[in-house]
């Protein structure tokens, strides 16, 4: 976060390395939040599916579109079923929303692998050019598919503990250079270590764009084109609160969002934008 050296930032982010977030837990030190990563999860999955086998599910998933209806694929593999058998792959009692689509380009089809342990799933969205079934073995194989997104939702013990996950701030009040986004709302600017948020925030969620001091304007046309795009597009509510961070290098955007017990992350997504794309799929 700003004022402190990056290399000191990265080390603070749930399952991957990216930049320091600032928690809104006045008690809590910083190395007590760097424990409270989400764990890796597990291979295991199975059906959860509740009027079929996993048997029939498994052979009904699995089952490539024949020749005969090759036409219709695109129209049959729908991404609401696609989300769906994603949903039933996860062997969870975690009451988990899924977006409702995903960006991906045209003539390509939505895939996915699915993790889960007791308190944890994790799923990796692909595009593919051709059908695969969720958890083929060929998604392992980065020249069959591309990674559109992960998503690792997590169950803590209680909604307090949640919430200490989320690095809300208000910008407002943690002070910075004032910039007019637009649509009457202020960002503020800091810097550190080469690098410059400008921050601002939208009802519960607090939402930055990173990009190197050397390059300050980057940074605020895409703070300017978020908040132009949520305008028309809702986030999320979060319970409590949200961060996002958006990366002008499409190299470490990362969206964290609360709801009571869970937390929700979202982040392998190379287009800032398209990030925040996702995440409004979340909105029900």
Do not use: C
Not at 64 to 91: D, F
Not at 166 to 184: K, P, R, T, W
């Amino acid at each position: 976060m700003p004022n402190k050296p990056q290399e000191e930032q990265e080390s603070k982010v749930p399952s991957k390395p990216q930049e320091e977030q600032k928690t809104n837990e006045p008690n809590k030190s910083q190395e007590e939040q760097k424990s409270k990563v989400p764990s890796k999860p597990q291979e295991k999955q199975e059906s959860n599916e509740p009027n079929k086998s996993q048997e029939e599910h498994q052979s009904n998933e699995n089952q490539e579109p024949t020749k005969a209806n090759k036409g219709n694929t695109v129209a049959s593999l729908t991404q609401a079923s696609v989300l769906k058998n994603i949903k039933s792959q996860l062997n969870t009692n975690l009451p988990i929303t899924l977006p409702k689509g995903l960006p991906i380009s045209d003539g390509t089809f939505l895939t996915a692998t699915t993790k889960a342990e007791v308190n944890q799933v994790e799923i990796l969205f692909f595009e593919s050019n051709k059908y695969l079934p969720i958890n083929d073995p060929k998604l392992k194989n980065s020249k069959t598919a591309t990674v559109i997104a992960r998503l690792v939702v997590k169950q803590y013990k209680n909604a307090k503990e949640a919430n200490e996950q989320i690095a809300f701030v208000n910008f407002s009040q943690n002070g910075g250079q004032e910039v007019d986004l637009g649509y009457n709302i202020k960002g503020y600017q800091d810097a550190g270590a080469g690098s410059l948020w400008t921050g601002w925030n939208e009802g519960r969620w607090a939402i930055e764009t990173h990009t190197r001091t050397d390059n300050p304007e980057a940074g605020v046309k895409l703070a300017k084109q978020g908040v132009q795009f949520l305008e028309t597009h809702m986030l999320p509510i979060p319970k409590q609160n949200g961060f996002a961070r958006l990366d002008v290098y499409k190299s470490e955007s990362l969206i964290v969002w609360q709801d009571e017990k869970l937390v929700y992350m979202l982040d392998s997504i190379k287009e800032p934008l398209k990030a925040l794309e996702i995440t409004t799929a979340f909105y029900h």
